[in-house]
Protein backbone atom coordinates (compact mmCIF):
# COMPACT_ATOMS: atom_id res chain seq x y z
CA UNK A 1 0.00 0.00 0.00
CA UNK A 2 1.79 3.97 -1.12
CA UNK A 3 1.97 5.54 1.95
CA UNK A 4 2.28 9.51 1.63
CA UNK A 5 3.70 11.32 4.13
CA UNK A 6 5.18 14.73 4.35
CA UNK A 7 9.25 14.60 5.70
CA UNK A 8 11.45 17.46 6.94
CA UNK A 9 13.87 17.57 4.43
CA UNK A 10 17.57 17.26 5.58
CA UNK A 11 19.39 20.54 6.22
CA UNK A 12 22.22 20.92 3.06
CA UNK A 13 25.41 22.88 4.17
CA UNK A 14 26.67 25.81 2.01
CA UNK A 15 28.47 23.76 -0.14
CA UNK A 16 25.65 21.22 -1.08
CA UNK A 17 23.00 23.64 -1.33
CA UNK A 18 23.62 23.85 -5.34
CA UNK A 19 24.08 20.89 -7.21
CA UNK A 20 27.27 20.74 -9.37
CA UNK A 21 28.44 19.14 -12.44
CA UNK A 22 30.69 16.75 -10.80
CA UNK A 23 27.50 15.54 -8.77
CA UNK A 24 25.32 14.97 -11.48
CA UNK A 25 28.12 13.29 -13.08
CA UNK A 26 28.06 11.25 -10.21
CA UNK A 27 24.55 10.63 -10.33
CA UNK A 28 24.83 9.09 -14.10
CA UNK A 29 28.11 7.07 -13.25
CA UNK A 30 25.89 5.50 -10.17
CA UNK A 31 23.52 4.32 -13.48
CA UNK A 32 25.42 3.15 -15.82
CA UNK A 33 24.93 -0.15 -14.81
CA UNK A 34 21.17 0.15 -14.73
CA UNK A 35 21.57 1.62 -18.16
CA UNK A 36 22.96 -1.44 -19.64
CA UNK A 37 20.19 -3.25 -18.29
CA UNK A 38 18.12 -0.53 -20.42
CA UNK A 39 19.81 -1.21 -23.62
CA UNK A 40 19.60 -5.02 -23.28
CA UNK A 41 15.60 -4.52 -23.44
CA UNK A 42 15.96 -2.49 -25.82
CA UNK A 43 17.75 -4.77 -27.80
CA UNK A 44 15.13 -7.20 -26.99
CA UNK A 45 12.57 -4.98 -28.15
CA UNK A 46 14.25 -4.19 -31.55
CA UNK A 47 15.16 -8.14 -32.22
CA UNK A 48 10.78 -8.49 -31.43
CA UNK A 49 9.78 -6.31 -34.01
CA UNK A 50 10.69 -8.29 -36.70
CA UNK A 51 8.43 -11.18 -35.86
CA UNK A 52 5.84 -8.38 -35.40
CA UNK A 53 5.92 -6.79 -38.68
CA UNK A 54 6.22 -10.49 -40.46
CA UNK A 55 3.02 -11.30 -38.28
CA UNK A 56 1.42 -7.78 -39.08
CA UNK A 57 0.29 -7.12 -35.53
CA UNK A 58 -1.55 -3.89 -36.52
CA UNK A 59 -1.94 -2.84 -32.88
CA UNK A 60 1.71 -2.81 -32.00
CA UNK A 61 2.59 -0.93 -34.94
CA UNK A 62 -0.03 1.51 -35.03
CA UNK A 63 1.62 4.08 -32.80
CA UNK A 64 5.60 4.37 -33.55
CA UNK A 65 4.18 4.43 -37.46
CA UNK A 66 1.84 7.47 -36.17
CA UNK A 67 4.47 9.11 -34.89
CA UNK A 68 7.29 9.21 -37.15
CA UNK A 69 4.43 10.69 -39.44
CA UNK A 70 3.45 13.47 -37.03
CA UNK A 71 7.64 14.54 -36.91
CA UNK A 72 7.54 14.26 -40.42
CA UNK A 73 4.82 16.75 -41.01
CA UNK A 74 6.04 19.04 -38.13
CA UNK A 75 9.76 19.39 -40.01
CA UNK A 76 7.70 20.25 -43.34
CA UNK A 77 8.12 18.85 -47.13
CA UNK A 78 10.83 21.77 -47.46
CA UNK A 79 13.32 20.31 -45.30
CA UNK A 80 14.63 23.17 -43.54
CA UNK A 81 17.42 23.06 -40.50
CA UNK A 82 16.16 25.21 -37.81
CA UNK A 83 12.68 23.74 -37.83
CA UNK A 84 14.28 20.27 -38.31
CA UNK A 85 16.40 21.08 -35.34
CA UNK A 86 14.19 22.12 -33.26
CA UNK A 87 11.48 19.19 -33.95
CA UNK A 88 14.08 16.30 -33.26
CA UNK A 89 15.73 18.06 -30.23
CA UNK A 90 12.43 19.21 -28.58
CA UNK A 91 10.82 15.35 -29.02
CA UNK A 92 13.85 13.82 -27.50
CA UNK A 93 14.66 15.95 -24.96
CA UNK A 94 10.77 15.98 -23.84
CA UNK A 95 10.32 12.25 -24.67
CA UNK A 96 13.57 10.72 -22.84
CA UNK A 97 13.01 13.23 -19.61
CA UNK A 98 9.49 11.23 -18.90
CA UNK A 99 11.02 7.75 -19.53
CA UNK A 100 13.20 8.93 -16.81
CA UNK A 101 10.87 10.19 -14.51
CA UNK A 102 8.55 7.25 -15.28
CA UNK A 103 10.01 5.35 -12.57
CA UNK A 104 7.46 7.00 -10.63
CA UNK A 105 5.30 4.11 -11.83
CA UNK A 106 7.83 1.60 -10.61
CA UNK A 107 7.24 -1.10 -13.92
CA UNK A 108 7.40 1.64 -16.35
CA UNK A 109 11.16 2.51 -17.06
CA UNK A 110 11.87 -1.19 -18.24
CA UNK A 111 8.81 -1.50 -20.82
CA UNK A 112 9.88 2.12 -22.37
CA UNK A 113 13.29 0.55 -23.00
CA UNK A 114 12.06 -2.49 -24.63
CA UNK A 115 8.79 -0.60 -26.43
CA UNK A 116 11.38 1.87 -27.86
CA UNK A 117 13.70 -0.65 -29.35
CA UNK A 118 10.14 -2.06 -30.58
CA UNK A 119 9.04 0.97 -32.21
CA UNK A 120 12.55 1.59 -34.03
CA UNK A 121 12.88 -1.67 -35.55
CA UNK A 122 8.84 -1.48 -36.30
CA UNK A 123 9.87 1.99 -38.12
CA UNK A 124 13.31 0.59 -39.91
CA UNK A 125 11.19 -2.31 -41.31
CA UNK A 126 8.47 -0.18 -42.54
CA UNK A 127 10.21 2.41 -44.37
CA UNK A 128 8.36 1.91 -47.42
CA UNK A 129 5.38 2.20 -46.52
CA UNK A 130 5.59 5.81 -44.69
CA UNK A 131 5.20 8.71 -46.88
CA UNK A 132 7.28 11.86 -46.56
CA UNK A 133 5.20 14.75 -46.98
CA UNK A 134 5.24 17.06 -50.45
CA UNK A 135 4.95 14.13 -52.94
CA UNK A 136 8.43 13.18 -52.20
CA UNK A 137 7.68 9.26 -52.11
CA UNK A 138 8.15 6.89 -48.68
CA UNK A 139 11.08 7.46 -46.25
CA UNK A 140 12.85 4.06 -46.87
CA UNK A 141 12.82 5.15 -50.93
CA UNK A 142 14.26 8.57 -49.76
CA UNK A 143 17.06 6.61 -48.07
CA UNK A 144 17.66 4.17 -50.88
CA UNK A 145 18.53 7.05 -53.59
CA UNK A 146 21.42 8.16 -51.50
CA UNK A 147 22.82 4.28 -51.94
CA UNK A 148 25.78 3.97 -54.86
CA UNK A 149 26.27 7.59 -54.44
CA UNK A 150 29.22 9.43 -52.49
CA UNK A 151 27.69 10.33 -49.09
CA UNK A 152 30.08 13.48 -47.37
CA UNK A 153 32.55 11.80 -45.00
CA UNK A 154 31.16 14.23 -42.38
CA UNK A 155 27.54 13.55 -43.29
CA UNK A 156 28.87 9.76 -41.93
CA UNK A 157 30.51 10.79 -39.38
CA UNK A 158 27.30 13.14 -38.52
CA UNK A 159 25.38 9.80 -38.29
CA UNK A 160 27.47 8.44 -36.08
CA UNK A 161 27.94 10.47 -33.49
CA UNK A 162 23.54 10.58 -33.37
CA UNK A 163 24.12 7.01 -32.49
CA UNK A 164 27.12 8.06 -29.95
CA UNK A 165 25.20 10.95 -28.13
CA UNK A 166 21.12 9.74 -28.34
CA UNK A 167 21.72 6.25 -27.66
CA UNK A 168 23.58 6.09 -24.98
CA UNK A 169 21.88 9.20 -23.33
CA UNK A 170 18.59 7.20 -23.73
CA UNK A 171 19.64 4.07 -22.34
CA UNK A 172 21.28 6.11 -19.09
CA UNK A 173 17.83 8.47 -18.89
CA UNK A 174 16.04 5.14 -18.32
CA UNK A 175 18.73 3.80 -16.29
CA UNK A 176 17.94 6.63 -13.97
CA UNK A 177 14.16 5.74 -13.93
CA UNK A 178 15.13 2.14 -13.08
CA UNK A 179 16.97 3.46 -10.43
CA UNK A 180 14.21 5.36 -9.30
CA UNK A 181 11.75 2.74 -9.18
CA UNK A 182 14.07 0.26 -7.04
CA UNK A 183 14.78 3.09 -4.29
CA UNK A 184 10.69 3.65 -4.54
CA UNK A 185 9.86 -0.08 -4.15
CA UNK A 186 11.08 -0.34 -0.67
CA UNK A 187 9.16 -1.11 2.16
CA UNK A 188 7.93 2.16 2.81
CA UNK A 189 9.91 4.45 1.05
CA UNK A 190 7.13 5.32 -1.66
CA UNK A 191 6.93 8.89 0.09
CA UNK A 192 6.36 12.64 -1.22
CA UNK A 193 9.60 14.06 0.14
CA UNK A 194 11.41 10.69 -1.42
CA UNK A 195 9.52 10.97 -4.86
CA UNK A 196 10.24 14.77 -5.21
CA UNK A 197 14.37 14.50 -3.83
CA UNK A 198 14.73 11.81 -6.35
CA UNK A 199 12.95 13.24 -9.54
CA UNK A 200 15.14 16.86 -8.84
CA UNK A 201 17.98 14.97 -8.12
CA UNK A 202 17.50 13.16 -11.69
CA UNK A 203 16.19 16.54 -13.27
CA UNK A 204 19.35 18.34 -12.82
CA UNK A 205 21.74 15.60 -14.26
CA UNK A 206 19.34 15.53 -17.11
CA UNK A 207 19.58 19.06 -17.68
CA UNK A 208 23.65 19.33 -16.88
CA UNK A 209 24.66 16.39 -19.17
CA UNK A 210 21.42 14.57 -21.32
CA UNK A 211 20.06 17.91 -22.65
CA UNK A 212 23.81 19.23 -23.83
CA UNK A 213 24.00 15.73 -25.31
CA UNK A 214 21.20 15.74 -27.18
CA UNK A 215 21.02 19.05 -28.33
CA UNK A 216 24.87 18.06 -30.33
CA UNK A 217 22.89 15.10 -31.18
CA UNK A 218 20.20 17.14 -33.41
CA UNK A 219 22.53 18.76 -34.58
CA UNK A 220 24.44 16.17 -35.90
CA UNK A 221 21.38 14.84 -37.74
CA UNK A 222 19.92 17.47 -39.41
CA UNK A 223 23.42 17.74 -40.94
CA UNK A 224 23.69 14.36 -41.63
CA UNK A 225 20.57 14.32 -43.58
CA UNK A 226 21.31 17.59 -45.29
CA UNK A 227 24.68 15.30 -46.27
CA UNK A 228 22.49 12.61 -47.26
CA UNK A 229 20.18 15.08 -49.08
CA UNK A 230 23.17 16.87 -51.05
CA UNK A 231 23.68 12.90 -52.24
CA UNK A 232 20.53 12.42 -53.48
CA UNK A 233 20.69 15.71 -55.50
CA UNK A 234 23.84 14.97 -56.96
CA UNK A 235 23.40 14.28 -60.31
Request: glycine share 10%; hydrophobic share 55%.
Amino acid sequence: MVRWRQEEPASASPGEAMPSLASSLNVLAEHIWLGVVAALLFVAGLATAGPVVQRDHRWLMALPLAVVRLVLRLIGPQFRAVPAFVVIFVFNSVVICLYMLSGALIVLPGAMAFLTGLNIGVVTLKANEIEVPGGQGSLGALVATAEGREVPRWAGLCGLLVLVLELPSFWVSVGMGIGMARKLSAAGAYTLANLQALAIERLHAYWMTIIPALCLSALAEVAAIRGRARARGAS
